[in-house]
């Protein structure tokens, strides 16, 4: 079983930067596909982004703001938010898929609110 717990969170205002830190246990954290969703209440889950070892990809509202980043000695993933924007208030939540055996992790989120 695979635990996630991210921190990082907060308020900052619109414009600001926030990193948020993803830690997973488990001895194989460099095999599996990162990534972060956001969700608000009332709607669906958004991707935000996710990372292999070689390959980096983002939803169409946060590119060129956010960058996910990963570093497999500590068992981390990132996801680093620039300019931000009242809109990407939210639950931030991570997750790990492990393709050998088809599974999904998902963290338990964080909230991050951008005043304006």
């Known amino acids: 079983q695979v635990q996630l717990v991210e921190s990082g969170g907060g308020l900052v205002q619109s414009g600001g930067s926030l990193r948020l830190s993803c830690a997973a246990s488990?001895?194989?954290?460099?095999?599996?596909?990162m990534g972060w969703f956001r969700q608000t209440p009332g709607s669906q889950r958004e991707l935000v982004a996710t990372?292999?070892?070689?390959?980096?990809t983002y939803g169409d509202s946060v590119k060129g703001r956010f960058t996910i980043s990963r570093d497999n000695t500590k068992d981390t993933a990132y996801l680093q938010m620039n300019s931000l924007r009242p809109e990407d208030t939210s639950v931030y939540l991570c997750y790990a898929y492990d393709a050998s055996i088809g599974q999904t992790y998902w963290g338990e989120g964080t909230q991050v609110t951008v005043s304006s």
């Open positions: 488990g001895s194989k954290f460099g095999l599996y596909l």
């Open positions: 990372a292999t070892s070689g390959r980096t």
